[in-house]
């Protein structure tokens, strides 16, 4: 018997996942499973420390405080998505060019994410302001 979901469980729709193959949720409110067909690189803490240039305490720190997303790999390591030095490269610009403290960076990075999206879907609608994005 396959762990995969079927046509008919899926309801007819495309099954999706995130990068590990672990069930997502899809726009129905189904769960549904993808496998993916080339790995995805993931980096360690010291790789991610060092092309960030940060502490590898500090990089745990922000995984701790949800500023940075990780996950553990079978031996309990932290291992990070290729995007996260650049992730961690903003909250630090955001720290020294604002003077924020870490939550309230965690909130203004929240707010900067939703403007895109927001911006993103008035693009993908058509409808166009006079006013040009103040990014």
């Known amino acids: 018997m396959s762990d995969r979901p079927s046509w ?5 729709r495309t099954a999706r996942a995130d990068a ?12 549904a499973v993808r496998y993916a067909l080339v790995p995805v690189r993931r980096l360690s803490l010291d790789t ?13 720190r922000f995984v701790a405080l949800g500023l940075v997303d990780a ?10 998505d290729s995007a996260a030095p650049a992730v961690l490269a903003r909250v630090q610009r955001l720290r020294s060019g604002l003077c924020l403290n870490y939550a309230s960076i965690g909130l ?3 707010l900067l994410d939703r403007i895109t ?10 409808t166009r302001s006079d006013i040009p994005p103040w990014t």
């Open 8 to 12: 008919a469980a899926t309801g007819g």
């Open 48 to 60: 991610v420390a060092r092309r960030a240039g940060v502490h590898p305490d500090l990089v745990r």
């Open 108 to 110: 203004v990075l929240d």
């Open 117 to 126: 999206l927001l911006e993103a879907s008035l693009r993908r609608a058509g």
């Open 20 to 31: 590990g193959g672990r069930p997502v949720r899809t726009s129905a409110g189904s769960t």
């Open 71 to 80: 996950e553990r790999d079978a031996a309990g390591r932290l291992v990070f």
